[in-house]
């Protein structure tokens, strides 16, 4: 079971998650509060769908975060998943 976008939550309920799902944390620097399950040995996705790869994926390796490059449209080709 996944916590998606509720960084604000995201110390309280790591223990009851699986996993985080977060958009554009990077675009609106809200990344912090899901490192907690990068910590706890749990994974994050991360979606961006305004910056380049070059504006996140650094920090997405960095931190841990599985984060990749999408459109809006959430059926367009292709995504662009950072590279390590």
């Known amino acids: 079971m996944a916590l998606k ?3 604000s ?3 309280e309920l790591v223990d009851d ?3 985080a799902i977060v958009e554009q944390c ?3 620097e809200e990344c912090g509060p899901y490192r907690t399950f990068v910590e ?3 994974a994050v996705f991360e979606t961006e ?3 380049g790869p070059g504006q996140f994926c ?3 390796n960095r931190i841990n975060f599985s984060a990749i490059g ?3 449209d959430l059926f367009a080709k292709p995504w662009r998943p950072c590279q390590p």
């Open 5 to 7: 976008n509720d960084g």
């Open 9 to 11: 939550q995201a110390k």
């Open 17 to 19: 998650f699986d996993f």
């Open 26 to 28: 990077f675009q609106y």
């Open 40 to 42: 706890h040995h749990k």
């Open 49 to 51: 769908y305004e910056l």
């Open 58 to 60: 650094p920090e997405a």
């Open 70 to 72: 999408k459109s809006y």
